[in-house]
Every structure is written in C-alpha cells, then in structure tokens.
C-alpha cells in the first residue's frame, strides 16, 4: 500500500485554505451588498427620525448581547477546534452545552442593564412590547453567535457566515416589502425591530440545522457530560472587555447622539456612517484579504518583501479612499437624495467630515493589520482602548455643544489619532514604514 505524499497533502490543505479565503471574501461582499440594500430600504421607509430611534436601539442592544455573551462565542471556537478530531459529536454537544449556560447566565446582568438604560430614556415609544422584543434581538443574536462559533470551529466555515451575512438581512429586506406592501400605514420602529427579530429567529433556525447536520458526521453519542473549561471565566472577562472597545469605536457616537440629542439626528448620522463604511469596506477588504501573506513573509524573514506589501497596501487603501471622498464632496447631496431620499440630503455634511477623517488615517496605511500580523496585538489593543475612551469623552462633550457635527467631529479625529498611534508603534516595533510617502520612496528607487 504507497504511503502518502506529504508534499500531496500539504497541497490539499493548502488548496482547500485558498477556498475558504476566496468564498468568505465573496460571502462579505455579498453580506455588504445585501445589508446596504437594508439599510436603504429601511432609511426610506421609516424616515429620519423612526430610522433614528431603531439604530439607536439597535446598537443598545448590541451593548447588551455583549455583556450576556461574555466572550463565550470566541472560547467555545477555541475549545471546539482543540477537540475537533478526538472528542467526537459528545465532547461538541457538551461544550456547546456549557456554553448556552453561560449565555443565559449572562441574561440576568444583560437585561437589567437592558432594563434600566432603556427606562432612563423616558420616552413615550419605550413600551413594554418594544422591550420584549429588544429582549428577544438580544437573545436570538447570542445564540446566533455562538451556534456560529461552533461551526467555525468544526472548520465549516463557510456555513457558519451564511446566517448572518446572508440568510438574516435578506430575509429582513423581504419581511419589510412584504409588510409595506400589505401594511395600510407607515413603518415604525417597534415593527422594524419586531421584523428584526423575526430575521434573527430565522438565521438562527438554519444555523441550528446545519450544526445538527454536522454533529450527524460523528458517531459518538450526544448525551455525555460537558467538557470543564476551568478557564472560561477569567479569559470571558477581557474578550468581554475588548468587545465593548470595539462596539463603542463604532457605535459609541450615535448611542450618545441617540441620548443626548432628537431622533433623527441620529437616523441622519446612521446614514453617513453607512455610506462612509461603504468606502471603508472597499479600503479594508483589500487589507484583510492580504493578512496571511503579512504573516508568511514575517515567519520567512522577507523585509523588504513585507515593506513592499504594507506602503503598496497603505496607497492602495489612499487611493480607494480619495476616489470615495471625490465622488462624496462632487455629487454627494445628489446621490444621498437619489439613493436614500430627499429627507437624508443633510447627511451631506456629516458625511464629508466622515469620509475626510477616513481619508486623511488613510495616509498612514494599515498599521493596525500589520501590527496584529507579526504579533505585536498587545500594542495594537491598548492604542484602540485608549482611543476608544477618550474618544467616548470628546464625543460627549462635543455632541453636547455643536450636536450632529460633533459626533462626526470626534468619529474622524479618533480615527486619524489612532491611525497615527498605530503606525508610530509600528515604525518604533519593526521599523516598517506603512505610509504612503513611504510607498513613493520604494518606488522612486
């Protein structure tokens, strides 16, 4: 019987790993082409203000399904991949089994917070339905996630991003045309987020099916005890941590628009903010995507191969940047009346600050990545919760004196703060330069 060819093998696994690479790049375009037609449909028919409120709520919510997750999602991947090949369908069940636990746990803390913060609004639309539903997001996202993470650990990595990238906002923008198109009134924001929730509980139903199915490749028996993770507790506390400081470096200007300032402020806000991450995801697709080959080039010992790539990369990620910011300062009150509605043409102005702050971090490349990629993610972590928190104050203060403008304010000026924090860690750490004048250097050699 010929043994087998290792050189074979490493072929296949490599092949099979530029699979995964190129179908979850294709799923998040796709994921981003079908939330855009979300969030556009949803701008249109709810309006600046009820599209305020529900994004608000929304990113309420998401504080929420933080505290209640705990970092569980992320542990149980861990847990699930280390055990993947010996501990069978059992071992699965049981950590997945634990990690349920911890979740629901979770939910007393989640929903008091949930409880208290929403009743401190004192607004007339806070209704005990519309907490129930909040609730019931919270919940059914947790869930989602973690049924997610348990996919991905059993390497089916692919199946695991369809529930929320794709099944959830299709099935969102067909429940919202099916229900204007029957209703006799106007959309609100207690019946978008009761569609929302309607969208989750069905990613959530296919997300369960097709674990179910996985576990079916394993013959061992469902029905043993848990697997003891002695160490969730304490590792649960920072990923917890750290998911806050990411939450709120994306959210935390329209939650504290969304309190301290009228409803369609923020719905105006939410609009800006998606049409500048619209650019952002065509700058930071090209990054990520190039994430491994930072990584192998380092393991290689190739620097000038990797200086190449990351100022290459860093003026690639201007130029994307540049042509998003001319087409906004050009035509961007046109296409934010053609697009979304003539009610969101004053997100002309929050837009450009936006798009001028992402620009202008543009110029010093992907620092982050590269920092992440050979490593050093300690250094990274601590510039983005310095940033966060004292982004959080300026906001506050900002928003307080100039309102809408200064939420966009403080959003581009952390942006490019934090840009700069991390490409002096990176020059100081590894003496890579990811800038784009360091780009016009190389290539003027």
């Known amino acids: 019987m010929p ?18 690479v190129v179908g979850t790049f294709s799923l998040k375009i796709a994921g981003a082409a079908l939330s855009t037609a979300l969030a556009v449909l949803m701008a249109r028919l709810l309006g600046p203000v009820e599209y305020g409120t529900f994004s608000h709520l929304l990113a309420l919510a998401g504080v929420a ?13 861990r847990a699930v991949a280390s055990i993947r090949d010996n501990g069978g369908a059992s071992s699965i069940v ?9 979740m629901w746990t979770g939910m007393i803390p989640g929903g008091l917070f949930a409880v208290l913060l929403l009743r401190t609004l004192d607004r007339p639309g806070i209704s005990g339905a519309l907490l129930a539903t909040l ?13 997610a993470s348990a996919l991905r650990g059993m390497e089916m990595t692919l199946r695991s991003q369809l529930p929320e990238l794709i099944l959830r906002p299709l099935a969102s923008v067909l429940l919202l045309l099916g229900y204007y198109g029957l209703g006799d009134g106007p959309i609100g924001h207690p019946a978008s987020l009761q569609l929302h929730l309607v969208a989750i509980l069905g990613a959530l139903l296919a997300a369960r099916l097709t674990l179910k199915s996985g576990l079916s490749l394993h013959s061992a ?34 939650i504290l628009l969304g ?61 994307i940047s540049a042509l998003g ?25 929050p837009l450009s600050i936006l798009v001028s702050g992402l620009l202008l971090s543009s110029v010093f490349g992907f620092p982050g990545l590269v920092l992440i990629s050979l490593g050093f993610d300690r250094d990274a972590a601590k510039i983005s919760f310095f940033t966060t928190f004292a982004g959080i104050v300026a906001s506050f203060i900002l928003i307080r004196e100039i309102g809408l403008s200064g939420a966009c304010y403080s959003f581009a000026s952390g942006l490019v703060i934090r840009k700069y924090l991390l490409w002096k860690t990176l020059l100081s750490r590894t003496a890579l330069n990811s800038a784009i004048y360091a780009a016009v250097r190389v290539t003027s050699r």
């Open 3 to 20: 043994m087998p060819n290792s050189f074979e093998s490493a072929s296949v696994s490599n092949r099979s790993a530029h699979r995964v």
């Open 65 to 77: 399904q933080i505290i209640i997750s705990g970092g569980v999602p992320t542990l149980l991947l």
């Open 94 to 102: 049981g950590l997945y089994r634990r990690g349920a636990l911890l």
């Open 135 to 147: 609730v019931g997001i919270v919940a059914c996202s947790s869930q989602l996630s973690l049924v």
């Open 221 to 254: 028996s469902v029905h043993s005890q848990p697997v003891i993770q002695p160490d969730w507790g304490r590792a649960a506390m920072w990923l917890t941590l750290l998911e806050l400081v990411n939450l709120l470096s994306a959210k935390g200007d329209l």
């Open 259 to 319: 309190f301290l300032r009228p409803p369609g402020e923020a719905g105006l806000y939410q609009v800006a903010q998606q049409c500048n991450e619209l650019i952002g995801f065509g700058v930071s697709s090209v990054a990520i995507a190039l994430a491994p080959v930072l990584t192998r080039l380092h393991i290689a010992g190739e620097r000038p191969q990797l200086q190449r790539l990351c100022v290459s990369v860093g003026r690639l990620s201007f130029g």
């Open 325 to 349: 910011a001319t087409i906004v300062l050009i035509g961007g009150p046109e296409l934010l009346a053609i697009v979304f509605g003539g009610d969101y043409v004053a997100s002309f102005k």
